[in-house]
């Protein structure tokens, strides 16, 4: 088995209808941090399928973007973060 990674995936996306497509593309692959910013714990072969995913949606009005969060980095969190997310997986900078 392939080491898993943690990513962040943000979008911003202008129709209803393509901003639900892509949530719940990422709804299978992580946890929504924010309305278009979701986190993901990935092996390789499963990045790769949610970026496939992300690139079938074929986005006209909008795009996505795909962020690697690096082991050593270390999470900072400003202002209150929700009670209802667990702090060993929140990454706010």
């Known amino acids: 088995m392939g080491k ?4 962040v995936v943000a ?6 209808k393509e901003r639900d497509k892509i949530a719940n593309v990422l709804k299978d692959f992580g946890f929504r941090v924010q309305k278009s910013v979701f ?4 092996r390789k ?8 995913k992300i690139e079938e949606l074929n986005l006209k009005t909008g795009f996505a973007i795909v962020y690697r969060i690096q082991k050593n980095s270390k999470k900072r969190i400003i202002g209150s973060a929700p009670k ?3 702090d060993d997986v929140l990454y706010l900078v």
């Not at 898993?4 to 990513?7: H, M, S, V, Y």
């Not at 979008?11 to 209803?16: F, G, K, P, V």
């Not at 986190?39 to 990935?42: D, F, V």
């Open 4 to 7: 898993e990674a943690d990513f």
């Open 11 to 16: 979008y911003d996306i202008t129709d209803d």
């Open 39 to 42: 986190e993901c714990k990935l």
């Open 45 to 52: 072969g499963e990045l790769e399928k949610m970026v496939r």
């Open 84 to 86: 209802n997310i667990d």
